[in-house]
């Protein structure tokens, strides 16, 4: 990998640590639904899948989850969990959505459902209790519009950039 894609893909993952550290100050649904957020950080996810690849996406989604762990939540906590599982699951369907030429706001609203699956089922094993299951109607309901806020603003973000770069 050369210094510049580095660099630049060290700075897309400082961008979406600042803009998972923001929202999480950002209380959306968090008193009727634990652990909903916009997922703005999934712009620079989602961009990353599209300016670069799958590679690149998958390690700036687990080095975010990691670093924000680190400074927020705590490492290895449950909350570090649901994140990692969630966003695991996320990138790989986003990923096979976008092979599918999907248009990357379907992607972004895949991503976001997925995201929502991923983190119920890690709570159903750490938990252990499938009455978890009873929070996922109401994060897929959740994740509709925010996955296509996300997709939209990352369609915008790239549009842009390609203007810039050209």
Do not use: W
Request: aromatic letters at 12%; proline letters at 2%; glycine letters at 6%.
């Amino acid at each position: 990998m050369d210094t510049r894609k580095i660099v630049r893909l060290s700075m897309l993952l400082s961008l979406s640590i600042v803009l998972s550290l923001i929202e999480g100050m950002i209380p959306i649904f968090s008193n009727v639904i634990p652990g909903v957020k916009l997922g703005l950080a999934n712009i620079v996810i989602v961009f990353v899948l599209y300016l670069y690849s799958f590679k690149e996406a998958i390690y700036v989604s687990i080095a975010r989850v990691l670093l924000v762990g680190l400074l927020r939540t705590g490492l290895f906590s449950i909350v570090f969990f649901f994140s990692l599982s969630g966003a695991l699951l996320s990138i790989i369907f986003m990923y096979l959505f976008k092979k599918m030429n999907f248009s990357i706001i379907g992607v972004s609203v895949i991503g976001s459902i997925c995201h929502s699956i991923g983190q119920v089922l890690m709570a159903i094993l750490f938990l252990n209790n499938i009455n978890v299951i009873y929070y996922l109607p109401y994060l897929l309901l959740l994740s509709i519009p925010t996955g296509i806020i996300v997709g939209i603003s990352s369609k915008e973000v790239l549009k842009h950039y390609n203007k810039v770069k050209a």
